[in-house]
């Protein structure tokens, strides 16, 4: 019995001293699991600070983004062009400027695969230039005329069918062509009061075969509100068959040492070569030091 009893005694106090090392050991173990339970809970707090800084970041940045793209709306928000007095003087005193000012102007269109590739460069250049666009092109590609004017491009008027014979049967047909056209070009960018307030006669003024009904026809326009205007520069991009030389050359000796010069090109389907020159027309515009305008500078 007393060997169980020291036995026992002996256990015991092996248990006790193991006891104590368990609790020992466990009291370092909880320890060292509340040190790292610590170490962990710090590190989420961090992480979660840069979460929220980063999310905060980008909501500085979305609001910054959303700040420019308004600005830039505001920038190329599409306007009415209003005539007034000073607008008709302006039209009337176009080719007289102490600067060195270039509008670029392109008729005939729009088609498919021209006018987007001449949207794109001007994009590039940050130019806005005008378009005179034909009626009976406007009712087929409504969603390129919206994105000339939503780009801030002037949508200016160059009759409906382009057809001589047609247009210039009487003065009055010059005007149902402009009002025919105006109305494509309302139902394109869908203002219905928008009016350009700017013809160009279909080639031009100039000429003698129609010279009877030009001349009735710039008055019945000029009743009506309706502005006209020629070029006196050019790229001669619709006359026989032009050629890359050709294209800067006739540039270079049209604008000559004008300061303001209206510049004709086309834009219809058939004017790849102009879309390909336009970098250069432009460039040598920019190195002659000229700046650009739109006809939104003109009637305002
Ligand atoms: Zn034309």
Request: aromatic share 10%.
């Amino acid at each position: 019995m007393e060997k169980y009893y020291q036995y026992g005694e002996v256990s015991l106090t092996v248990v006790k001293r193991l006891n104590k090392k368990k609790v020992f050991l466990l009291l370092v173990i909880v320890l060292l699991l509340l040190l790292l339970l610590l170490l962990f809970v710090s590190n989420i707090n961090r992480k979660m600070a840069d979460i929220q800084e980063e999310s905060e970041l980008a909501e500085l940045e979305d609001t910054n983004e959303t700040l420019i793209t308004e600005e830039n709306i505001e920038e190329t928000i599409p306007k009415l062009p209003i005539l007034t007095q000073l607008g008709r003087e302006n039209m009337q005193n176009i080719y007289k400027s102490n600067e060195k000012i270039a509008y670029i102007t392109f008729d005939d269109g729009p088609s498919s695969n021209i006018t987007p590739q001449i949207l794109n460069i001007l994009d590039q250049y940050k130019i806005k230039a005008t378009f005179f666009v034909l009626g009976c092109n406007v009712v087929r590609y409504p969603n390129i005329v919206k994105q000339e004017y939503e780009s801030g491009h002037y949508i200016a008027n160059h009759g409906y069918s382009h057809a001589y014979d047609s247009v210039y049967s009487s003065a009055q047909s010059v005007l149902d062509e402009y009002v025919r056209t105006q109305q494509s070009i309302r139902d394109a960018i869908g203002i219905q009061e928008y009016c350009c307030h700017l013809f160009r006669f279909p080639g031009g003024t100039g000429g003698t075969k129609y010279r009877k009904v030009k001349n009735e026809a710039k008055q019945l326009l000029s009743d009506n509100d309706v502005l006209y205007i020629d070029w006196n520069a050019l790229t001669n991009d619709s006359v026989g068959k032009p050629t890359e030389e050709s294209i800067i050359n006739d540039l270079i000796s049209t604008v000559g040492t004008k300061n303001s010069v209206v510049i004709l090109m086309h834009d219809n389907a058939s004017k790849q070569l102009t879309a390909n020159m336009l970098p250069k027309v432009l460039d040598y515009l920019i190195e002659q030091g000229y700046s650009f305008k739109n006809f939104y500078d003109v009637i305002m």
